[in-house]
């Protein structure tokens, strides 16, 4: 889609006063993902890369770290004084490098993330086809409070210019009731922008650069000025507040329910699920209310994860039953796989075909073979167990010995009794026993039954023996 003298500028240096957070807003996620990210990832899908740059200055180097891998350009807006002032430093930055200035530059808001490719590509069109100096992406919005308002020329006509756009800050009385709002979406003729940048002021409620101001300079100069209406008001909103942003991410959450509803998962109370944008589903797979379901997590066909289970970047086959509460983060499990309810897998826990993990087992670095079963108040970590395996309820392997992490090895088929404490390293060959209760510091070989606790003594008619002598003081 990428078009010679055509770019791309995000404004993404502003504070972002009105979160009253330490975090920049650009920073903030919805649905996951940064709000800065969601924009270039749109802007990505119309222009190449290199010609998407980013205005960044209110903790540039945090932001530039967070979205560096996108592979944009960055141009520094060290003090923040306004949008105008953050174009400004657009143009500086091509006066600096010499690099060829594209003949149209398309602006985004860091803040208005719910922006898509389509739109970018729709307003460019409408820009060239209106052979227009400024084109203003608009909304009508229920309730327009905080935005700055475009003045049409010919309001209630089919004319798209506009004589100007006015701050919510300078809307005179009977501009108040003004319905359509800017988006801070622009489309430019580049040489038009840059000329008239220079001459902005300062003389406004904020002591800011508007770059809203241009639009009314080129009307002065009897330069063309358009307004073109998003399809979605979602898309155009702005997100200044904490308020604005969960708004925005429940849209955003729900657009994606509603997506793997198409696709065949059932999904009760999709208003509480909370689905990443990335998350896959296979079809028939039910989905309780409550659940999330977080970052890269990919869940197979059939599958049934019942409510308050959270599962983040990993990895689920088909036919598996996630009982409630479980947790999961960057763990794979296979098909038909039972776990919970409230098992905790962590990291680089492999769940094997069939397997079962049940109440209250936590999980880190093991592989659990086909068929094994943990059910019941288990530790399992730095583990390779083999198919087959019974793990007894509050079976432990020790795996740390206040130092360094070792690993403990069970091969197929092999009987952990209950409450026993594997004390790595140490390896259990396939087929052993361990008895209840035991503490298993040495290697069982294969076959054999290893007990490791002391034997029981039963003393006959104790008790009775205790009262008499009781008695007889
Ligand atoms: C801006 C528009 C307003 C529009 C609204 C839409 C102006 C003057 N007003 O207001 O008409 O309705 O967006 O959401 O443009 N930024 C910088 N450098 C700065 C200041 C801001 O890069 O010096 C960035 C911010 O990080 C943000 C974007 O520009 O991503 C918009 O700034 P913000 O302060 O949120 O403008 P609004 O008050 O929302
Ligand atoms: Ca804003």
Known sequence: ???????????????????????????????????????????????????????????AD???????????????????????????????????????????LLVLSGDVPLIRPETIEHIRQVHLGEKAAMTILTAVPPDPT?????????????????LGIIEQKSLSADQLDTPEINSGIYCFQTSALFEKLDLLDTNNAHGEFYLTDVAAMLVADRERVVAVKAD???EVLGANTIAEM??????????????????GVTIFRPET?????????????????????????????????????????????DQVIVRNGCIMDSASVADSAVLGPYAHLRPESNIGVGAHLG????????????????????????AVIGAGVNVGAGAITCNYDGVHKHQTTIGDNVFVGSDSTLVAPVTIESGAYIAAGSCITEDVPSGSLAIGRSRQTTKEGWVARKKQAGESH
């Open 1 to 59: 889609m990428d078009t010679p003298g055509f770019a791309i500028a995000i404004m993404a240096a502003g504070k972002g006063t009105r979160l009253k957070s330490k975090r920049p807003k650009v920073l903030h996620e919805i649905g996951g993902r940064a709000l800065l990210l969601h924009v270039i990832a749109a802007a990505k899908q119309v222009v190449a890369a290199e010609n998407i740059y980013c205005i960044i200055g209110h903790e």
């Open 62 to 104: 945090r932001v530039r770290d967070a979205v560096a891998s996108t592979g944009v350009q960055f141009v520094l807006q060290t003090e923040q004084r306004g949008t105008g002032h953050a174009l400004q430093m657009v143009k500086a930055s091509f006066a600096l490098s010499g690099a060829p200035v594209p003949e149209n």
């Open 146 to 162: 905080g935005y700055g308002r475009v003045i049409r020329a010919n309001p209630g006509t089919s004319s798209p210019e506009v």
């Open 232 to 234: 979605s008001i979602d």
């Open 246 to 263: 969960m708004h925005l991410d429940a849209a955003m959450r729900f657009a994606t329910a509603k997506r793997l509803m198409a696709s």
């Open 273 to 317: 699920a909370v689905i990443d944008s990335e998350v896959t589903v296979g079809p028939d797979t039910v989905i309780e209310p409550y659940v999330q379901l977080l970052g890269a997590t990919r869940i197979g066909s059939d599958c049934r994860i019942r409510s308050y289970s959270v599962i983040q970047n990993s990895t689920i086959g």
């Open 359 to 382: 109440n209250f087992v936590e999980t880190k670095k093991v592989t659990l073979g086909a068929g094994s079963k943990a059910n019941h108040l288990n530790y399992l970590g730095d």
